[in-house]
T-cell receptor
Framework: GAVVSQHPSWVICKSGTSVKIECRSL??????MFWYRQFPKQSLMLMAT?????????EQGVEKDKFLINHASLTLSTLTVTSAHPEDSSFYIC??????????FGPGTRLTVL | QQQVKQSPQSLIVQKGGIPIINCAYE??????FPWYQQFPGKGPALLIA?????SEKKEGRFTISFNKSAKQFSLHIMDSQPGDSATYFC????????????FGEGTQLTVNP
């Protein structure tokens, strides 16, 4: 149990376009999901906390207008990178917790912006 | 401010060895300490977790040792195997904060055959 999926697993886009990444909890409901960004050989950086039915909470320094988060249901959160640029290229990972504290992570989405 | 410090940055052991990864935290409000294993191009996978009311927890070949007074915790991997080669992250959270995790910097472990 406690499986989190992401789609797509990788995406290549042109500079200036928008990309949507989906995060789904497959066998549990998640009122809260988290979005992370990870650069090569670095740790995970929390971008925002996604709350079902309300606005996401963004970490300091994360542009909320650039990284749009929508938590449409108890099993789905989406991250849209708007007007993507090469510096947005990164590994994006979501997580969710079916129980208090225990977070389960998705497989990640590799974004490459040309 | 980095609230969870992890060491070493990288670690190489021989098969069968016992790698030890250490983490130290600053915030005494932390009450949940998980360890994650991450392979290249994959998301982190939960290995084992501990709460401050116990000093040690063992699951299979993985053991967490916890020292509340020193604000330190460590991961021991018994009888390490080449398949354990991965990056390991410690983390900490406060239950009442909605499970927001603070991660260590990560340790790249290589187990040679």
């Amino acid at each position: 149990g406690a499986v989190v999926s992401q789609h797509p697993s990788w995406v290549i886009c042109k500079s200036g376009t928008s990309v949507k990444i989906e995060c789904r909890s497959l066998d549990f409901q998640a009122t809260t999901m988290f979005w992370y960004r990870q650069f090569p050989k670095q740790s995970l950086m929390l971008m925002a906390t996604s709350n079902e039915g309300s606005k996401a909470t963004y970490e300091q320094g994360v542009e909320k207008d650039k990284f749009l988060i929508n938590h449409a249901s108890l099993t789905l959160s989406t991250l849209t990178v708007t007007s993507a640029h090469p510096e947005d290229s990164s590994f994006y990972i979501c997580s969710a917790n079916p129980f208090t504290d225990t977070q389960y992570f998705g497989p990640g989405t590799r974004l490459t912006v040309l | 401010q980095q609230q969870v410090k992890q060491s070493p940055q990288s670690l190489i052991v021989q098969k069968g060895g016992i790698p030890i990864i250490n983490c130290a935290y600053e915030n005494t409000a932390f009450d949940y300490f998980p360890w994650y294993q991450q392979f290249p191009g994959k998301g982190p996978a939960l290995l084992i977790a501990i709460r401050p009311d116990v000093s040690e927890k063992k699951e299979g070949r993985f053991t967490i040792s916890f020292n509340k007074s020193a604000k330190q915790f460590s991961l021991h991997i018994m009888d390490s195997q080449p398949g354990d080669s991965a990056t390991y992250f410690c983390a900490a959270s406060i239950e009442t904060s909605g499970s927001r995790l603070t991660f260590g910097e990560g340790t790249q472990l290589t187990v040679n055959p």
